[in-house]
Structure formats: C-alpha cells, structure tokens
C-alpha cells in the first residue's frame, strides 16, 4: 500500500510520513487494516500461546458451552474449540493468500495478453473464461476436486490449486479490460514504434499502470477466498478432519446446533471477522488508489 | 457602453485549497463586478486561479477548498452565506454554467433532449412534459442545432464535439438565466467549430441580452466576445480594463507577455516584446508582486510591496507599482524574414506518392469479418520532405492529418501507394522496419499526459530509446539523459520525477527529448502544442526552431493552428478530407491567391483583433457529403461554382513559384476574392461574400 504517491514534504521522517498516511486514510481502511493485523498476529502467534493443543481431549465437558476457560465452548470430543480456532488462522489464511495470489499471477498473465495481443488469441482465451466463470463457483470447485482424484484430496496444494482456478478467470477479466484501456494509450504505441516486443510492452508499461486495478482485485477476492475454503471444508471436500480448518470445524459441530450452538459460533463468528475486514481494507484501498490528490486549477 | 448597474458583483475574494496539511491561498482579494448585459473576461495561464473564481459564482465549493473572506453578490445577496438549498434554486436557474468539456458534461446515458426537460423540471421552469419538449425543441434551435426533434433523441456520443458544446449551451439557457458563465467553453474545439461557437454566443447576446463570465486562457477570444476583460496571475487580479483597451495599451507586465505569446498570423516574425518566460512556480512566489520573479521590468521592491489595483485610466486598472515607469507599449509589429527555404535536394528524406489510408475496422478477427472493407481517410495524397525541412499540414480535426503521420511511423499500412524514405520503400509496418529506421522516424504526440508512462520516472523514460537504439550503458546512459534534458531546457534532477510531478509544458518537453535521444532524421510532430496553454506553446515553438537548427531534423509537423505552422513550417500542404487542397511555400500559402477552403480557415483563426467580426464561417456549419466525383469541398465551398465542383475533379493549378491550388476557380479570381490579408490592416470582412450556387454572371465559366 505504500505504493501509493504520497507528496514528501521537506524534513518528514518515514514515520511521519506514515503518520500522515495513516491520518488521512478512510476509516474503512483503518478499521480492515486493525481487523486484518488481528487475525494476522493470531495466525503467525497463535499456536504458541493457544491454551490447548489443537487435537488436545477432555479440556473440559463436552458441549459445556462458554466459559473463561472455554470462550467458545467445547466440542463433542472434549477438544477447546477456542484453541483449534487460533490454531486454525494460520491454516485459513495461508491458503486464502496463496491461492488467490496463484489465481492473481495466472489471472495477470492470461488476461494481459488477452488484452494486449488481442487477435484470435483474445478471442479463444475469452471464450475460455466465460465458459468458466459461467459454471457457480462452488459446482466448478467440487468438478475439480472430482477431477484432482482421491490422492490429493484433503491435501493443501489442492485447496490452493482449487481457489486459483476459481478466482483466476475472474480477475483476467479485469486484467484484460485494464490492458486493453492501457494499450490505447500512447506510451504504449510509442513502445511499439521503439520496436518492443509483446511481453517487454506487457511487462513495462502496461502491468505497472494495471497495478492498481490488480491489487483492489486481489484484497477483493482474498477477502472472499476464506469463504470458499469454508464452504469446501463444510462440504467435506476441503481439509480433512482433525484440521482445525474453520469451515469445517462448522461442518463437524452442525449436527450439535440446537445442544450448544456457541460450538459453531465461534468458528462462524471469527471467519465472517476476516471477511468483514478483508473488506473493509480493500474497499480502503480502492479509494486510496482512485483518489487523487492533486492540488490544481478547479 | 456605459457603465452598468452590476448584477454580480464579486468583493475581495479568498479561497484556500488544501495543501498537504496546510492550506495554499489560491484567490487572493479577487474582486470585479459584471453588469447587467455585459460580457466579462477572465483571463491567465492555467493555475492562476481563474476557474476557481468562475465556479463560486455558482456557489460551488470543494471539500478541499475553504473561502477564506469576500462576497460574491449577485443582485445584492451574497451566493456564499446562502445554504444548499437556496443555491439549487438559483443555479442552473438564474445563473448557470456552460463547461469546458461537453463530452464529461453530458450524461451518456441519457438522450441529449431529455437532459435538457429535466433542468426544465428540477427548476419548474415548464408547466407540463409537453411545454418542456417544445421549450427543448425551441432551445435546441436558438442554438443552431439541425432538426431539434431528431437531435433531441440522439445520445451524446452520436454528436460532435461542437453539437455537444451547443447541447451544453442550451441547457444553460434553458431557464432564462441572467448570467452565464463559461468555463473554457472552446478549448476542446478545432478551429473552425470555435469559430462557430463564438459567433453563436456573440449572436445570443445580441438576441436575448446575457450577462457572461467567460474564462479562458486564449486572449484572441476574449477580444472578440468579451466587453471588458480581467487578466489573473497566481490568484491576483493583475489588470483589469475593456478589451478594446486593453489590447491597445496594456500596462501590466504580465498582460503584454501574454499578448506577445499569441501566435500571430499577421506578422511573420516575432513581435517585439518578448514572449512570457519561465513558468508559475507556486513556491517561489515572492510575498509582493506574484509576478516578480518572471517579470523583465521588476525592481527589487515589487518582491515586497503588495500590488493594488489602482486606476490608470477610466475604467482601467491596473496592479503594479511600476506601470507610470513602464509607460504604454507599441505593438507594432515588426515583419521578420521568412524562414529561409532550403534547397531542394535530389532525392527527398521522406516522399509520399498517390498514398491512400484507411482504417480496417474494429480489433478481433470477428469484428473484421463483419468489417472487412476499410474506409479511406486519406486519398490520393502526395508530397514530399527534404533533408531538414519542417512540412505542416494543417486542417480541421477529422482531416485525416494524424492518419498521414501513422502511416509514416508504420502504426497503420497504406491501402494504396508508395511511401518511400530516402528514396527506398519503407516496410509498411513497424514489425517489418529494421531498429536503424524506426530509430530514424520518431514520432511525438499530441497529449504528453498519454505519451509519457505514468508510473515511469523521466529518467527511465529518456533511457529506454538509448537501450534499443544506441546501445549505451549505465553510466553513458545518465551522462545522455542529463544532456537530453539540458537540450530541452530542463534541469537534470528532473530525471527523479514522475510526469505528473510536472506541468503540461515540461512533459511535452520530456516527451521531445525521448524523440531526440534516438537521433532522428525525421520527427512526426502530431499537433504537439495543441494540449498546451499559449504561453507554455511558445516556449516549445522557440525550443523546436532552435533544435532544427541544431540537429538539422526534417519535421512532418500537423497543426490546425495556422499561426503556430507559420511561425515554423517550410512548406505547407493544405489537407481537406483527406485530400490535399493547397501546397508550397508558407511564405506563399498565407498570401493570395488562397483555396477557398484554406482562406475559410484563415478567416476562422483568432488573432487579436478588437473588431468584432461577423460569424464568417457560418457557412462552413453545415457539411453535406459531396459526391465523391467532384471537389470534396463542394457543398461546404462559399465560392463554389455550381454543379461543377460536385462532378468534376477539380485541377492542380500553378500559383507562383511553388505554390499549387487544386480548385476550378481561376488563379486571379481566387486572389480578388481573397479578404484576408497578411498585414496587420487586418481582416475586416469588406463586403459579405455573395453565395455562388448561382450561374455566375459577372464571370466566364472557368474551363
């Protein structure tokens, strides 16, 4: 984020600058960015201070509901499930990040030379994304868990395999209309006069200035990745239990609603916390880069 | 006129925009009063804080801008101590804005007639849906708009520029009001739609008596719409008179800079006063005069003393402490040689035979399917360049000029013809070129916002022509790109900086300098000064005269700035739908005997002359298709000689040593119909020019 052109005024230190910078930011972003540090500092902390081990039994009564001891109550095997949620951030949002960053690079890539190179190209590579982004998105994700077999099911690479796939036709889309915008603009016919080839163009001049685009792309989907992950999870299609994984901590503890439904609060209630913040950043971020600041004649 | 009684009135005006945490004054004690059926100009290059002025007028205020002090009264009731609500009824309503870009202003989403109905509703200025539609139609015809009805239905896209610029005026219109502001109104326009435009504002003054505050950064039209004109630098009124007068003797330094950048068609050489130096530089402004720093007359203490305006004449003020000191300027022009003519050489730089061009179509091989055949833009064109001469072809926009310079860069292939480069075919294509000829042809573009990479530093910029072309490395790299800028007249550490770190005319510096880094024989200008202001396009004409000098570079060089291609071509090559109308010397293509098209566009070019002119290029409006048989300029042609311009082709003729003309009208009659003269005596329209669609009497039939 600190891409973004802050004017430096003259004897400002780094932090003063990121002072101003975090001043002047909309609240939306400065609420997601608190959220987000959260469940960040939980992911990468979490597993040395979580009171309990994440398989750990009889912590307390089955299904005796809230506590100081158990904030979230504990589950049918006796396990805390606050502790298994902490032990579970790092597994939610390992596997948002990385696969929506795959589903990002293939996304970028595809969808600039969609745009740039234009052609039959373009045209295959769109009919190829609309073919995709036309099936639901969670019917797409369980065909390719079908098609990926039994070996590398519950496995985390086919977690991440899964959203890239998902998420990638949809953010070459953007990718492809940022690139054909760009490539009108003439920087670009004068790179191709200078004689530069298709992916020198792509790499210099249109992929700095689609940044901005494919960033506000990549928070969005992130934000929306941890969902997916959950849904799979819910469905047994995702991780395999004991994983703490939040979706399917639901998905074990539905059955227990109506006994002790803080079983399923509590893995519902800190999955939609990230969403909500991932949001909240995003949309931060989106007018942060779309606002110009620009000091001239009205 | 007599003085007014002021139906706005604007006292000591102060705003502030906000500025990194603080707050910069962009208005400082800014005060002038418009009467009743006036017209007021405001005038200063941009940043001086002209529009910021318009637009309280209209009670428009920027979260970011803060009115520090002042009033602006209008018929007595101060616009900003109103609330929101009491604004909404007044503007749109008694006062309402024309803007400067009809395109941005225009809802595109919405039929142009029925943007017009709902200002009629939002201000219950119609009693019914029906009155409103009549009152749209009504509009839309004191405008000058072709068949309201049908416009009425059209979407701003399927409009011109100049169609949406009327749409625009029509809606300020559309509740009577009793004063309108116009926000650059023509800057987005060629020639000769400017030329329209103007002449309708002139005519709807005539007509229903408007007051105006017009804004602009083009003295020559204020000098033909405005009553009295206030000239503004860095937020300071600097002098204020009417227009008459103040182009006759203006006082203050700053005034007579901007009137000396005007590119002049009645005067070859430059004027006698030296155009503006230097630039604006907001954090260099001295705590006195603004204008301190770039003023050639200034003493020490104008940086100190606050400048007021005080009368030197009746109804003429001006603000400098020196103006007894500096006393009334001649503007006299004085007539400079002609740029010398070079020689002909044997085999011309560039040479461009029965060339025609034409666009194939949308992207995508579906859409070519659909499209195949390519419609020509360009017919039949040739002409030639030599070794170190700047060619202009000028035209209206839709001409076809920028067509002729992609086909040279190779950006599009010609449908038809040669083009040949030193006497050899050029590849078609920019793939098919070696490095050595792309290296050779650089082009420049019109806006430097677009041609430079915004997320690239100057310095990478500059250094990506010298990595392909000239093969350098790092350390030869830095020492070419500080010369490059030096050349350009730029400052080495401008290198660090990202082009929206500078002003328009620094960019298309940068944008010149990436041209010459590559050490080209030719350079495609593309209408290179028509993004930028008046005075920041004179320092770039002064900068490209001295670096043909320097780097003996042929120029294609494509304007529909007359002054402008005067003041730098060689040769002149008049282009009209693609086809050539007029061609040779500029020294000759300014003097009689003229094409009737190029003499319609010299009559639609505004110098600063202080007579009102009549709307000489009515004429020119309307453009039905001609039949491609015949003179494409048939049917638009004030002089046309009836049916047989629209059947016959018409002739190449021979006009003095190099000049050629391609009309049916003979040479000595196209001269004695000429009232355009290059003196500065100046155009006046001697008598109207009677409309030819009739068998001429007085003349034998030509051929």
């Given at each position: ?15 003063e ?20 540090l ?18 750990q ?29 902490v ?9 948002s ?14 969808g ?23 099936i ?39 990718a ?48 929306y ?36 439904p803080v ?36 | ?29 800014v ?19 002209k ?29 900003l ?10 503007r ?13 202003a ?19 200025a ?45 809606m ?40 105006m ?47 000396a ?6 005067a ?9 130096k ?60 002609a740029?010398?003519?070079v ?7 560039l040479?461009?035979d ?28 040739s ?66 916002d677009?041609?430079l990479?915004p997320?690239?530093?100057?310095g ?33 550490g ?36 028509s ?8 320092s ?142 100046g ?21």
């Open positions: 984020m600190m891409a973004v052109a802050q004017p430096t005024m003259p004897g400002e230190s780094r932090w600058r990121v002072a101003r910078f975090w001043r002047r930011a909309p609240n939306s972003f400065r609420i997601g960015a608190v959220v987000l959260i469940h960040l500092f939980v992911a990468a902390t979490g597993p040395f201070w979580a009171p309990y081990g994440l398989s039994m009889g912590t307390g009564i089955p299904l005796a509901g809230m506590s100081w001891a158990h904030p979230f109550g504990v589950d049918q095997l006796g396990r805390d499930i606050f502790s298994r949620v032990h579970g951030a790092h597994i939610v949002i390992l596997l990040l990385s696969g929506t960053f795959l589903g990002l690079v293939i996304g970028a890539v595809v600039l030379i969609s745009g740039y190179v234009g052609g039959w190209i373009d045209e295959i590579l769109q009919r190829l994304i609309e073919a995709l982004i036309s639901p998105f969670l019917v797409l994700a369980l065909i390719a868990i079908a098609a990926a077999g039994p070996q590398l099911a519950g496995q985390p690479i086919l977690i991440i395999l899964v959203v890239a796939l998902v998420y990638a036709p949809r953010i070459a889309r953007m492809r209309a940022a690139a054909v915008d760009i490539a009108t603009r003439d920087f670009v016919t004068v790179a191709r006069l200078r004689g530069e080839g298709a992916w020198s163009v792509m790499r210099r001049e249109l992929l700095p200035n689609a940044s901005g685009v494919l960033l506000v792309e990549f928070a969005l989907r992130a934000g990745a941890p969902v997916l992950i959950g849904s799979l999870g819910f469905l047994g299609f995702g991780m395999r239990p004991p994983t703490p994984e939040w979706g399917l901590m639901i998905s074990e503890n539905r059955a227990l609603l109506i006994v002790s079983t399923v609060l509590g893995p519902g209630l800190t999955l939609a916390s990230l969403v909500v913040g991932l949001n909240l950043f995003t949309d931060g971020l989106a007018r942060i880069l779309g606002r110009t600041v620009r000091l001239a004649d009205a | 006129m007599t003085t007014p009684s002021p139906l706005l009135e604007v006292v000591d005006l102060d705003v502030a925009y906000r500025h990194g945490d603080g707050w910069a004054r962009v208005l400082h004690k005060s002038f009063r418009i009467g009743a059926g006036e017209a007021f100009g405001l005038v200063g290059e941009s940043g001086c804080g529009s910021t002025a318009a637009y309280q007028l209209l009670g428009y205020r920027r979260p970011n801008s803060l009115i520090e002090g002042g009033k602006v009264l209008f018929k007595g009731c101060d616009l101590a109103l609330e929101r609500h009491e604004l909404d009824r007044l749109g309503n008694r006062i309402s804005l024309v803007p400067q870009n009809p395109t941005t225009l809802s595109p989403g919405m039929r142009v007639g029925h943007q017009i109905t709902e200002v009629l509703r939002t201000h219950r119609a009693p019914n849906d029906a009155a409103a539609e009549a009152r749209m139609i009504e509009l839309f015809r004191l405008v000058g708009l072709p068949d309201p009805e049908r416009v009425g239905r059209r979407y701003p896209h399927q409009l011109s520029g100049g169609q949406q610029q009327r749409v625009t005026i029509a300020a219109l559309a509740c009577d009001p009793d004063l309108l502001v116009l926000d650059e109104p023509t800057t987005g326009l060629d020639v000769t739609t400017q030329e329209q435009i103007i002449a309708l504002l002139i005519e709807l003054r005539a007509r229903i008596g408007l007051s505050l017009y804004v602009t950064h083009d003295l020559g039209v204020l000098a033909q719409i405005a009553d009295r004109v206030g000239v503004m630098y860095a937020g300071h009124m600097v002098e204020m008179a009417p227009t008459e007068m103040l182009f006759r003797q203006p006082r203050h330094p700053y005034t007579r800079g901007l009137i950048s005007v590119p002049q068609l009645e070859v050489g430059r004027p006698t006063e030296r155009s503006l230097g630039l604006l530089r907001r954090d260099e402004l001295p705590t006195g005069c603004p204008f301190q720093p770039r003023c050639a007359v200034a003493e020490p203490s104008c940086a100190g003393n606050r400048q007021r305006l005080e009368p030197v004449a009746p109804r003429h003020d001006v603000a400098c402490q020196r103006w007894r000191a500096i006393g009334v300027p001649d503007l006299a022009m004085v007539k400079g040689e740029p010398a003519v020689e002909a050489a044997a085999i011309p730089l040479s461009l029965g060339v025609t061009l034409g666009y194939g179509g949308a992207r995508g091989p579906l859409a070519r399917l659909l499209a195949p055949v390519a419609l020509p833009v360009v017919q039949d064109l002409f030639r360049i030599d070794r170190g001469e700047t060619f202009a072809l000028v035209g209206e926009s839709g001409s076809g000029k920028s067509t002729v310079a992609r086909a040279v860069s190779g950006l599009i292939e010609p449908l038809a013809g040669a083009i040949r480069f030193e006497g050899e075919a050029l590849p078609r294509s920019v793939g098919a070129r070696s490095s050595e000829l792309r290296r050779r042809i650089q082009y420049i573009f019109q806006n430097p677009a041609s990479n997320r690239m530093r100057v990478a910029i500059l250094a990506r022509p010298l990595e392909i072309f000239q093969n350098l490395d790092g350390a030869a790299i830095r020492e070419r790109i500080a010369r490059a800028l030096d050349e350009v007249r730029l400052e080495a401008y290198a660090a900086r990202f082009p929206d770190q500078l002003s328009g005319g620094e960019r298309q510096r940068v944008a010149i300098a990436r041209a010459l880094v590559a050490d080209p024989d030719l350079l495609l200008c593309d209408e290179i000064l993004a930028l202001d008046v005075s920041v396009q004179a770039i004409l002064d900068l490209l005269a001295r670096l043909r000098q320097e780097h003996a570079v042929a120029m294609l060089f494509i304007s529909h700035d007359l002054a402008v291609v005067r003041a730098l071509a060689d040769r002149v090559g008049v282009l009209y739908r693609g086809q050539l109308m007029e061609i040779g010397p500029a020294a000759e293509i300014f003097t009689p005997p003229f094409h009737p098209y190029t003499h319609a566009l010299l009559m639609a070019a505004p110098g600063i002359q202080t007579e009102r002119r009549p709307p000489a290029t009515q004429r020119l409006a309307s453009a039905p298709v001609a039949g491609n048989k015949g003179c494409v300029f048939a049917g638009r042609c004030p002089w046309q000689v009836g049916r047989l311009c629209e059947e016959v082709a018409p002739p190449w003729q021979l006009a003095g040593r190099d000049l050629r003309i391609r009309c049916h009208i003979p040479l000595d009659e196209l001269s004695a119909r000429a009232v355009w003269r290059p003196d500065r005596e155009p006046r329209l001697a008598e109207p020019v009677e409309p030819s669609f009739l068998p001429s009497k007085s003349r034998a039939a030509p051929r």
